[in-house]
């Protein structure tokens, strides 16, 4: 055991490992019963579409083949829709696989990654395993404090992480804020917008195109399938990027990443407008149900651009997570995130929605 110690990296045993919202079926086995319902990962809880389904069941009779390593149908359709080449597009088993791309081409041992804290928490710990030193930049008011975060570049600084729409607290930086942040910022950084949440910013007028910084600065952003397009369970997402960049991270990418079946349903997904236009209203009604209610509760919360709420229950969250927990709900107890008053609840389907005001409204009542 002891030479096991000689194994070890320090940077690696120092890392918390990501604590994922709590499966489905471990409540059903500890409290067996069937009917749970899950609002903790910001998941789709509608479902994937039924030309997903038929997509998929379509690559079933090719499994004995390798994916193919390019994604060309997939990138071709990101690109034809995204107007780009597919020399800049970079695709992952789920978009955190591109996170962790990033830091392992570009950080290394004492080289500088920026966050925001709290955010999300994948960056810090994939950087901290590349050996990187983390600067933290507290939040303002929930939002991305851009200003900081330029003043905390220096010389070992590697790449900057912006999550827009921000998970846990849904708020984002606008296109004025971040046309101020880009201005003058030296090349020798990578400016990482990840926007997980994407597709449920419509609307958002003042919500900046990020990919029209890609012709002058190093900037890569990236999208998810695993939301609002409701793929989370295959793994996909994608990177948008300049091509030396796009180059550079494929020598470090594993030849086979992306599975054959999400390439089938990602490239259907692209196609089915209809799927996410009605998404995106469910989605929108239920926060709009969600917000009404907890102000009835009289209970804070922060207006979000997603399909999650990050709401303040000024009291110990971990407690009503676990009461809501035996009423077979389960949301997302924010104490990782240091927000010990706080649980982030993901929009569900109405009838969702309406099973969790009532649950919420007896635990918290007493
Ligand atoms: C969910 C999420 C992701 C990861 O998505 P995958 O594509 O499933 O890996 C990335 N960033 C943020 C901020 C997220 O909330």
Redesign the pocket.
């Known amino acids: 055991m002891n030479d096991f110690k000689n194994l070890i990296k320090k940077n690696i045993a120092d890392v918390t490992a990501y604590p994922p919202g709590k499966p489905i079926e471990e409540l059903q086995r500890e409290l067996g019963i069937k009917k749970i319902i899950k609002l903790a990962s910001?998941e789709n809880p509608l479902g994937p579409s039924p030309k997903l389904i038929t997509a998929i069941k379509d690559g079933l009779s090719n499994l004995n083949r390798y994916p193919d390593g390019n994604c060309f149908y997939l990138k071709k359709k990101l690109a034809q829709r995204l107007g780009f080449s597919q020399s800049q597009i970079i695709v992952g088993n789920?978009?955190?696989?591109i996170?962790t791309f990033a830091l392992r081409a570009f950080v290394g041992e004492k080289d500088e990654v920026i966050v925001a804290h709290p955010s999300?928490l994948?960056y810090e710990i994939a950087a901290k395993i590349c050996g990187a030193n983390i600067v933290r930049v507290p939040l303002n008011n929930f939002c991305y404090d851009l200003k900081k975060m330029k003043e905390a570049i220096t010389e070992q600084t590697k790449i900057i992480f912006i999550?827009n729409p921000?998970?846990p607290t849904g708020s984002y930086v606008n296109k004025e804020e971040v046309d101020e942040f880009l201005q003058g910022l030296p090349d020798s950084l990578i400016v990482y917008f990840?926007e997980?949440?994407f597709e449920y910013t419509q609307g958002l007028s003042d919500f900046p195109d990020t990919l029209a910084y890609l012709k002058d600065k190093n900037v890569i952003v990236t999208r998810?399938?695993?939301?609002a397009y409701g793929l989370?369970g295959l793994?996909?997402?994608y990177g948008v990027s300049r091509p030396e960049i796009i180059d550079y991270i494929n020598k470090i990418r594993e030849p086979f990443n992306v599975n054959s079946l999400a390439q089938l349903a990602g490239t259907a997904a692209l196609d089915d407008q209809d799927y996410l236009v009605h998404v995106q209203e469910i989605i929108f009604e239920g926060k709009k149900y969600l917000y009404d209610n907890f102000d009835r509760l009289g209970l804070r919360y922060i207006r979000s651009a997603t399909n999650f709420i990050l709401v303040d229950l000024n009291r110990s969250a971990t407690e009503v997570y676990g009461e809501l927990l035996k009423l077979g709900i389960i949301v997302r107890d924010m104490k990782a995130w240091q927000l010990d008053n706080f649980i982030r609840v993901t929009v569900g389907t109405m009838e969702e929605n309406k099973i969790f005001v009532e649950a919420l409204k007896k635990v918290v009542s007493h």
Request: charged share 25%.
């Open positions: 910001n789920g978009s955190d696989e996170i999300f994948i999550a921000d998970n990840d997980a949440y998810s399938f695993s939301k989370a793994r996909l997402g």
